[in-house]
């Protein structure tokens, strides 16, 4: 028998799963009335299941027979073997409930919490018996997203962490054994993604669509990170993005950006006001559309290319390929001739730095994505001294056929590189301090986030020694701590190991 205590988006969900999966669950809430408009909530979703085809009646009536609504006082859950805390997210509120309900319950009820910023140490300090007091953390709507973090606090046994463990496995939620550190494990590897696209916007070198169409497309991230800005809100993104910088003593890699914190202050602050990092209109983002190319600009492209060296082979290849069939002559010689044009495939460098690397004129060189492959969309770097009209005209005639070309300022690492490096980066980070297990990480971030893999196995497809080039690549030119590289990556890579392999 479990107890839930506070009913709203967090907790009746989380009853629901429980009641559903046999678990009787006592419901309270400080406001009256509100648990039972939870238990109403939870009848409706049930019929919304029986109308899809996901559950009968049987089983509607079986879990709603199973939540029974008490007071919101620690009596209430004498006898229970769980309670989880789903109540307003303020410290001193949560270790009060806590402390109140030890000792109303038995020796052996586990206390959970349900916050998703605190630390579950720190509100189980409040407790006689912090050992019984651990973290269980869902993601909302809890019914469908099918992660929990378990979260063991400084003092935690266990039994408590593998008890609920086991439950989650009875609600079918997948439980991922996190340690108790600021973000846990989901909201922590977050951090790569938004963090590092603002700092490319302050950067200069891309607009926040221009960042978003190339995550999407050359990426695979089904939504961009100023897109995700503005669903969630600014005004919860940015306290979140400085509280886990706060939180980790100033640790460089997540250090936010100002322009977040502009941005909130101003109340640009995305789709529940309206504007954000776009401009909403019934609902609806006013994205203007790709940029029509001029067709007399690719007029300016009137001599053969070369194409660069690059790490993988194949890239060149794949390059080439392009460049032949957009009706362009390819210079295949070992060095470009004096009139052709310079396609470099720079991994963690940008276009000044393979211009001068492989020694070719910058005012007719172009750098040009690679490692994301010739698929939806690509990516075009110039230098500040590459000839613009050069620039347009190879965009207009890379973009002709059905890939997409999008324009950014010089960058090591481009942006899409950029902002992969650092997701990898951070979830090589978790695995390395301990906070949760390779095979926790991936699956957690996967149905937590809605990446399209977990930072571990995004790092293995990409190649851990091309994350690890990024990374050294925008470490050297910006002698930015932000972009070390992780010694899990660095070590990984260099012994040709997966990023998902753990000492025995
Ligand atoms: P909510 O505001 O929807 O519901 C909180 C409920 O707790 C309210 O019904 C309120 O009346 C009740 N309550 C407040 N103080 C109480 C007390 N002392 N005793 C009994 N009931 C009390 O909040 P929500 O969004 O459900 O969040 C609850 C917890 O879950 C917070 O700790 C939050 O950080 C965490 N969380 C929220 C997520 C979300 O997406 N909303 C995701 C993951 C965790």
């Known amino acids: 028998m479990a107890g839930v205590i506070g009913t709203g988006s967090m907790g009746r969900g989380i009853a ?43 089983h509607r009536v079986a879990t709603l027979d199973r939540l029974v609504i008490v007071p919101a006082e620690p009596e209430a859950f004498a006898g229970v073997d769980l309670v989880v805390e789903a109540i307003v ?12 309900l030890e000792p109303a319950v038995g020796p052996d009820c586990i206390l959970a919490s349900n916050t998703s910023s605190l630390s579950v140490t720190a509100i189980a300090a409040g407790c006689a018996v912090p050992e019984r007091v651990a973290g269980f953390h869902f993601f909302n709507p809890v019914p469908v997203m099918k992660i929990v973090e378990v979260v063991a606090g400084a003092r935690t046994a266990p039994w408590v962490t593998a008890a609920l463990t086991a439950l989650a496995g009875r609600t079918g939620h997948r439980a991922a054994n996190v340690a ?6 989901v909201n922590h590897a977050g951090r790569g993604f938004g963090v590092e696209a603002l700092r490319i916007l302050q950067d200069g070198v891309a607009r926040p669509v221009d960042i978003d169409r190339i995550m999407r497309d050359a990426a695979g991230f089904r939504m961009g990170p100023f897109e995700l800005f503005d669903l969630v809100g600014l005004d919860v993104s940015q306290p979140v993005m400085e509280s886990i910088y706060n939180q980790f003593f100033q640790e460089p890699r997540f250090r936010p950006s100002p322009i977040g914190r502009n941005r909130m ?22 994205i203007e559309p790709d940029p029509e190319p001029d067709p007399r600009a690719g007029a300016a492209v009137d001599a053969p290319i070369w194409v660069g060296p690059a790490a993988d082979p194949r890239w060149r290849g794949e390059v ?21 044009i310079v396609l470099l495939l720079p991994l963690g460098q940008d276009c000044t730095g393979a211009a001068l690397a492989q020694d070719v004129d910058p005012r007719r060189a172009i750098a040009i994505d690679p490692m994301f492959g010739v698929g939806r969309r690509l990516t075009l770097m110039t230098s500040p001294a590459t000839d613009p009209a050069l620039a347009e005209g190879m965009a207009v005639r890379l973009g002709a056929g059905d890939v997409a070309v999008t324009r950014i300022r010089d960058s090591v690492g481009f942006v899409a590189q950029r902002i992969t490096a650092q997701i990898i980066n951070v979830g090589c980070e978790i695995a390395q301090m301990r906070i949760a297990a390779p095979g926790d990480i991936d699956p957690a971030v996967e149905m937590g986030l809605g990446y399209p893999t977990g930072p571990l196995a995004l790092g293995d497809r990409l190649g851990p020694l091309h994350v690890l080039a990024v990374l050294e690549g925008l470490f050297g030119a910006t002698g930015d701590p932000r972009y070390r590289p992780s010694p899990w990556l660095s070590r990984r890579a260099r012994l040709g190991l997966s990023l998902t392999h753990d000492e025995a």
């Open 16 to 58: 629901q799963v429980l009641a559903e999966a046999g678990v009787v669950v006592r419901l309270a809430d400080a406001d009256p009335g509100a648990a039972e408009a939870a238990r109403g909530f939870i009848a409706d979703m049930l019929a919304r299941k029986i109308a899809k085809g996901q559950c009968d009646e049987a």
């Open 320 to 340: 080439q390929t392009l460049v032949a069939q957009t009706g362009l002559e390819v210079d295949a010689g070992a060095r470009p001739q004096p009139s052709s």
């Open 89 to 100: 997210e303020a410290l001193d509120v949560k270790r009060r409930l806590f402390s109140g």
């Open 265 to 286: 202050e101003s109340g640009l602050l995305g789709r529940k006001t309206g504007a954000g990092f776009y401009v909403y209109e019934n609902g609806r983002a006013r």
């Open 180 to 185: 108790d550190s600021p973000g846990f494990l």
